[in-house]
C-alpha cells in the first residue's frame, strides 16, 4: 500500500487481521503478555472503551476487532514505564506528555516488527484513526518533529540508534 491514500480511505488494522501469535511474541518480547478476549466481551482495563486494548500491569487485552494501533500503543505505555510503575497500572498508564509521545514513537517502531503490519501502514491507521500532531500526520510527526520522544528512548535504552 502506499503512503499517500487520504487516511479517509483507509480500514485500520485490527488483531484479527494478523496473526495472533506474532503479536503474542512480540509483547513477550517486553516481559508483556498479550491475552485474546471472545469477541463482544468486554475488554478488562480498556481506557477508551471496546474495541480499545486493555491494560492491567503487564498484561495487555485486545480482542479481534480491536485496532494492532491500540494494542500497539497500549503495551508501549506499559514498555516505557519502570517495572515498579508498570506493576501498579490498570487501565490508565500515564499522565506524562515525554511518556505519551514515546509511547507513540515506540508503537510506531514496533510495528515495524510485527509481520503484516509494519510501521508505513500503523501510521496510516494512527491518521485514519483520528491521532493528531500539529505537523498534520502521523509520518510528518515521526520523521521531522519526534527527536525529543526518540531521545527519551534512547536515553532508557529502549530504542537503539
Known amino acids: 500500500m502506499t503512503?499517500?491514500?487520504?487516511?479517509?480511505?483507509?480500514?485500520?488494522?485490527?488483531?484479527?487481521?494478523?496473526?495472533?501469535?506474532?503479536a503474542v511474541a512480540l509483547l513477550?518480547?517486553?516481559?508483556l503478555r498479550l491475552h485474546r478476549v471472545d469477541a463482544a466481551a468486554p475488554i478488562p482495563g480498556s481506557y477508551w472503551g471496546e474495541p480499545e486494548a486493555g491494560i492491567i500491569g503487564s498484561d495487555v487485552y485486545v480482542r479481534d476487532d480491536t485496532p494492532v494501533h491500540s494494542m500497539l500503543h497500549e503495551a508501549c505505555h506499559?514498555?516505557?514505564?519502570p517495572p515498579e510503575r508498570r506493576?501498579?497500572?490498570?487501565t490508565d498508564a500515564t499522565d506524562s506528555v515525554p511518556e505519551e509521545d514515546a509511547t507513540c514513537y515506540l508503537q510506531i517502531v514496533l510495528a515495524g516488527q510485527l509481520p503484516g503490519?509494519?510501521?508505513d501502514r500503523l501510521m496510516l491507521d494512527m491518521d485514519a484513526w483520528g491521532y493528531t500532531y500539529r505537523?498534520?500526520?502521523?509520518?510528518?510527526?515521526?520523521?521531522?518533529?519526534?527527536?525529543?520522544?526518540?531521545?527519551?528512548?534512547?536515553e532508557r535504552g529502549l530504542l537503539t540508534a
Do not use: N, P, Y
Not at 503512503?3 to 506474532?22: L, Y
Not at 513477550?28 to 516481559?31: Q, R
Open 78 to 81: 506499559l514498555i516505557v514505564l
Open 87 to 90: 506493576a501498579l497500572v490498570h
Open 135 to 154: 505537523l498534520g500526520s502521523t509520518r510528518a510527526w515521526f520523521e521531522q518533529d519526534a527527536e525529543d520522544a526518540k531521545a527519551w528512548l534512547l
Open 117 to 119: 503490519v509494519g510501521s
Open 28 to 31: 513477550a518480547a517486553h516481559d
Open 3 to 22: 503512503t499517500d491514500v487520504a487516511a479517509a480511505d483507509v480500514q485500520v488494522t485490527c488483531v484479527g487481521d494478523i496473526h495472533f501469535d506474532d
